[in-house]
T-cell receptor, first 116, second 112 residues
């Protein structure tokens, strides 16, 4: 298993600003994932963050908008840049711990961003 | 690509009622299938899974059977409780990096 802490848990931001979300895991993990959950909708994968290499972004998401850092095996950050109201969402960090089966992911509690 | 389709919600039930949340999938081959649950104010957590056809996953009184003939993985519980109020997501693996594709989610509210 894995315990994941995300900060901030929620924030209200002004249009045009940027916010960095932190994800801390209590154990070393190879793969970390960042998901977005827009109001009333399902989860959409933004990118996969691997330690020591560039993040891999899904279609529709770009590094300039969502830069990701992965400095070590227990930590990652996601920045939401130049925010607009359309970026109001819950952003979730997720990991696949060593030994977990395919599809068995652990999630943080999420960071709820509201952009005014 | 692979996908899952969930019944639209929200679903409101009285305590001790029977619950079914439908999930069908489209996939190449026979992937593992999952149900995740998101309680209010919390992140998602794995509820149950099935790794092959005819498998039944179960946890906390919830069950789901992997049926390849109908490409379905419906979630059921015989008697729901108020504490089961949450959003339920059907999911299957996607991509090459242990990612998941989620269904749209079904909001369940159980009234006392």
């Amino acid at each position: 298993s894995a315990v994941i802490s995300q900060k901030p848990s929620r924030d209200i931001c002004q249009r045009g600003t940027s916010l960095t979300i932190q994800c801390q895991v209590d154990s070393q993990v190879t793969m970390m994932f960042w998901y977005r959950q827009q109001p009333g909708q399902s989860l959409t994968l933004i990118a996969t963050a691997n330690q020591g290499s560039e993040a891999t972004y899904e279609s529709g998401f770009v590094i300039d908008k969502f830069p990701i850092s992965r400095p070590n095996l227990t930590f990652s950050t996601l920045t939401v840049s130049n925010m607009s109201p359309e970026d109001s969402s819950i952003y979730l960090c997720s990991v696949a711990p060593t030994g977990a089966g395919t599809g068995e992911l652990f999630f943080g509690e999420g960071s709820r961003l509201t952009v005014l | 690509g692979d996908s899952v389709t969930q019944m639209e919600g929200p679903v409101t039930l009285s305590e001790e009622a029977f619950l079914t949340i439908n999930c069908t999938y489209t996939a190449t081959g026979y992937p593992s299938l999952f149900w995740y649950v998101q309680y209010p104010g919390e992140g998602l957590q794995l509820l149950l899974k099935a790794t092959k056809a005819d498998d039944k996953g179960s946890n906390k009184g919830f069950e789901a059977t992997y049926r390849k003939e109908t490409t379905s993985f419906h979630l059921e519980k015989g008697s729901v409780q108020v504490s089961d109020s949450a959003v339920y997501f059907c999911a299957l693996p996607s991509g090459s990096a242990r990612q998941l594709t989620f269904g749209s989610g079904t909001q369940l509210t159980v009234l006392p």
